[in-house]
């Protein structure tokens, strides 16, 4: 098949975040011609090389992000407000950018599906509905917003549920739409509404060829990793580190905790040097020694949707994982095996089990081991993309709607066939 992909941004395993879908393109490319749209950011040659030679065609679409400014105290707040909106501004023009040029090339024929990732580009999705289409919309955003508004200041509360009501009517009037949408686990997949709501499950999964463990001592360590300016991130690393890490130094008083991952705010900073035996390591090349050195894996997560892959890394690694039911509940899917996670959602309760388990070695062992083999059996990239080609294989044989409404047919040059292997266009 010749397949339309649109993503948001590019994703890799050197630079980290969502790689769902990363292993989603390369496995596809194995077996379709993929040309690929995406937003402009700041990605290494290399990385860029690489989607070169598995796609037909790569467009990157749009002006780079600015840059986050790293100035501190009050000027920096404001610097970091005016960044934020820019960024922003600049994200809703790359997508409507990405929206016009999508449409152009539909239009033109020659594309057998259109697979659109992500909910931010739902714009996308909703104007093209007569296109034979795939929505990997992964995480029901409204879920995280909800959940986000209990832990959320009076200032901000209003703003929040403000945002929190327009997700819900955007999920609401695109679910009804869409006919083939996927998500990431079933509770995402029972918070849509319409025709989504009997959408395929598609979990992630995890390399565990490098997600083994390969040794290491386990001390009293406990250890946290994320992207550390994601909200549901920072609120747990506070969270860990003012409501539970005090009651377990009431039973281990030499604990050590490591929170790993960029980008840690200025608070979290200044809080882990106000507790002793922190380290914040900000961005590191590796995670695997962190963990490896590890009794226990903690996720406090307080609010979030969809799968936490460093849950899914962390059990791979064998290491036990305490979390809330929050996250746990990303591990939902249409099977009936349960994670072998210890699940708490109040500060007492996942003090109690990082105890048992720091001061227990069998049931600690015992844990990751039942850890590694669910990853085995549940979450496997291969397996999840073999579902989404069956899928993507199945609305590309379905009559097709209607084209897509017209455009202005001179505004860009078209992709023809004819060229090269990984050919690399930039609109900006």
């Known amino acids: 098949m010749k397949i339309l992909y649109v993503m948001p941004s590019i994703l890799h395993p050197t630079i980290r975040g969502e790689l ?3 292993h989603f ?16 950011g700041d990605v290494p040659p290399p990385v860029i090389d690489e989607l070169k030679q598995c796609t037909r065609h790569l467009v990157r679409i749009g002006a780079p992000p600015p840059r986050r400014p790293a100035r501190r105290g009050i000027t920096g707040a404001v610097a970091s ?41 739902y714009p996308i999705a909703e104007s093209l509905l007569g296109a034979p289409m795939v929505v990997d919309w992964c995480d029901t955003d409204s879920i995280r917003m909800r959940l986000a508004l209990r832990h959320t200041g009076l200032l901000e509360w209003p703003l929040r549920f403000l945002r929190y009501q327009q997700m819900r009517r955007v999920e609401e009037r695109v679910f009804r739409k869409l006919r083939h949408v996927t998500f990431i686990s079933r ?9 989504a709501r009997s959408g395929t499950i598609i979990p992630n999964g995890c390399d565990l060829g490098y997600w083994r463990r390969r040794g290491g001592e386990r001390g009293k360590r406990i250890v946290f990793t994320g992207v550390l300016d994601y909200a549901p991130n920072a609120d747990a690393a506070h969270y860990l580190l003012s409501s539970i890490v005090p009651l377990v130094r009431r039973e281990i008083p030499d604990l050590e905790v490591v929170i790993a991952g960029r980008n840690p705010s200025s608070d979290l900073q200044d809080l882990a040097r106000k507790t002793v035996g922190v380290n914040v390591t900000g961005s590191v090349p590796d995670l695997r020694p962190y963990l490896e050195s590890a009794a226990v894996f903690v996720a406090p997560l307080r609010f979030a949707s969809g799968m936490q892959n460093k849950i899914l890394e962390a059990m791979a690694m064998e290491l ?9 509940a990303g591990f ?17 309760e996942l003090a109690a089990h990082i105890t048992t388990v720091i001061h227990d070695a069998r049931m600690a062992q015992q844990l990751g081991a039942e850890g590694r083999r669910y990853v085995h059996q549940h979450c496997d990239w291969e397996r999840s993309a073999r579902m989404l080609d069956q899928l993507c294989r199945q609305v590309a044989t379905t009559p097709r709607g209607t084209r897509p409404r017209d455009l202005d047919r001179h505004r860009y040059q078209p992709i023809h066939s004819t060229r090269s292997q990984g050919r690399v266009h930039s609109l900006v």
Do not use: C
């Open 20 to 22: 769902r879908h990363y």
């Open 25 to 40: 393109l390369t496995r596809l490319a194995r077996r379709h011609e993929i040309t690929l749209i995406v937003l402009n």
């Open 81 to 121: 407000l005016r960044w934020r909106i820019h960024k922003t501004r600049a994200y809703q023009r790359g997508i409507a950018e990405m929206q016009r040029y999508v449409e152009h090339l539909l239009h033109g024929g020659g594309f057998d599906l259109l697979l659109v990732s992500g909910s931010d580009l």
């Open 187 to 195: 509770r995402d997949r029972d918070a849509a509404v319409g025709v």
């Open 320 to 328: 036990p994982v305490v979390t809330t039911s929050v996250a746990a």
């Open 332 to 348: 939902s899917g249409d099977g009936d095996e349960e994670p072998p996670l210890l699940v708490g959602d109040h500060a007492h």
